[in-house]
Every structure is written in C-alpha cells, then in structure tokens.
C-alpha cells in the first residue's frame, strides 16, 4: 500500500490556496481546502494588477496554510511533503508561495516539490474521476489554451495551442469592453445566458486551416468593432456574449473533434479531458460533450470548483511526483519561472510565439 499526504500552496495569479491531500492507492482525498480570493482587490482595475497580487499573498499566505493544516486535523509531522507553484504564473506571487513552501520544508525537514502550474490543471480531473493514462487534454484558462497528449506523469507532447491569445484572455477582454466587472468569463456566461448566439457574425479563425492552432486575437477585434460601431444596449450586450461565446465554442470543439479523430487513447478507449478556468463554462462544456460523443470518447472535467486555479491540484501534482519518486533533487534550489511549458521540448524547437530571457511561453 502506497499512501502520501502533502500540503499544497497556489499563488500562481489572484488566489492564495493551501490545501492537504492524501494520495493512497491511486486514490484521493481532500482533507482540507482553504482559498482567499482577491476579487475585491483587483475589481476596480478590470483584471489582475501583478503588484497587487504579490502583496495580497504576501498578506495572507501564512494564516491561508495555518488554516488548512488546522482544518486537516493533521500536524506538520504527519505531512509526507510540501508542494508549491513555481511556475508558470505572475512571478510575484509564484514567489510567495514558493518560499513559504520550502521554508515550510525546511522546518520540518520534509521534502519540497516544485510543480508546474500546468501539470496541477493537467492532473486535476484525477482528484475526482477515474481518469488513467493517457488522455488527450484541452487546457483552456486565461493564460493558456492548447492541446496536449498526455501519456504519463511528466510525459506530455504539444498537439497545438494559441498563436495569440488565450480563450480565457478574450472572454475577458470582452468583459472589460462592456463594463461587466470583474472576473470577466463568468460575467460574460451570465450575461450571455439572455442573449441570441446567432445575432452577431463573429469569426472562427483558423478553423479553415490544417493543425489544432488556434487564434482568438481576431474575434476580440470584431467585438471591439462592433462595440465601437455605436451605443449598445441590455439585449445588444446579452447578444453579443451569446455569440461572442458561441464563436469561441466553436472553434474549440472544433479542434478537438480534429485532436479526437488523429488520438489512438489507451486500451479501455479515448479520454477528452478539459482543465484550467475556462472549463467551467457551461456552453464550452456542452460543445465538447458533443464533440466527445461524435467521436467516441468520454469527457471529463473536474468539478468547477477545481476548474480555476487551487491548491489541491497542485497537491495531487506533488503527491504524484513523490510517490513515483520523480522530485527534483536541486528542489530547494528551484527557481521561480514565469513561463514553464509542459512540453519543454516543443517550446524550445518549435515556439509558437515568446522567448527572451524568460524563455518561450507555448
């Protein structure tokens, strides 16, 4: 019997997360979750201020993992190892949370375990569905949008990911054009929900092109347009969320059709997987339910809870590497990284776009 429980700390954009997750046998428990969002903060200025962000984790991280080990009902000692985002995220907060993490590890002489931001969504379905190796994965949140074949822990290969900006990115550029607050994707879904997807013609770019790329810069200028055009109303603005959403479920049920028809899967049959905070978008996930369906394969999502950035996922991430084994042995000497892909290889042969000194995004 393999059995580990691991505290894990998120701070990657504008939540500070702790949780404490029991990994045993291949099967998880949640023993304490604490999240402190930063909505409040950051509502004023229509998305996330950086600067902002750091201090609020700085503020709070301490009593967020306090609160979580108390909920736990376990002490330090009864921890097998601490895990933390280091990365990819706003370097500031990934920072926070890193330190606190290995100083935490320090401490108490348990081992620290970076992990990938990435891999936490990549990994999240695990926390509550029954979801081995491989699957193919749609991670789609606002800083990154791809497909990945995910063969194994550690093992993944790009299929192809945004050559612009990410779908969570336009949603809320969207929300910010119509002053409908902050977070902007759930704005956007609310609001879309009295709206006609069919009202306005937006565009579905690429999909006439070969590949699983995809492009959303295209779509939020005709939503600027059409907003610059002249004074909407309520039902002009709840029309064109409607299509505004509809456009981009589109073009990612789209591609995973594409993605589902060249993926072998394993031997009991194909898993599409849908990860990061986009994936809580109701409409999204009845598109590629239906495209899952139409080709075979089952969908899964983690619960919406866990479909925005939190700690348990970076946990089972952590707890996963430990078992295996795979922890870095330079972990404490680990830097923070502002980008970190999961397919390294790809970034570093075939970027689609970034570089520089903080290295390629996608």
Known sequence: MTRVTVLGIETSCDETAAAILRLEDGKTTILSEIVRS????????????????????ADVADKVVAAAIRDSGLSLQAIDG??????????????VGMMTGKAIALATGKPFIPVNHLEG???????????????????VSGGHCQFIEVKGLGDYTRLGTTIDDAAGEAFDKLAKLLGLGFPGGPAVERTAMGGNPGRYKLPRPLLDRAGLDMSFAGLKTAAARIIEAGSLDEQDKADLCASYQAAIADCLSARAGRALDGFRGGKDGKRLVVAGGVAANTAIRQALEAVAEANGAV??????????DNAAMIALAGAERLVEGSVPSEAMTFSSRPRWPLDEQS??????????????KA
């Not at 990994?123 to 991670?139: H, M, N």
């Not at 969908?299 to 925005?308: D, E, F, G, V």
Request: hydrophobic share 40%; glycine share 12%; net charge positive.
């Open 38 to 57: 930063q909505i409040e903060e950051h509502a004023p200025y229509g998305g996330v201020v950086p600067e902002i962000a750091a201090r609020a984790h």
């Open 347 to 360: 970034a570093a042969t075939n970027p689609v776009y970034g570089g520089g000194k903080r290295g390629a």
């Open 82 to 95: 601490i895990a933390a985002t280091s990365g990819p995220g706003l370097i500031g907060g990934v920072m």
């Open 299 to 308: 969908l899964i999502a983690p619960p919406l809870k866990h479909c925005t």
């Open 121 to 139: 969504h990549a990994l999240s379905p695990r926390l509550a569905s029954d979801c081995p190796f491989p699957y193919l994965l749609l991670l």
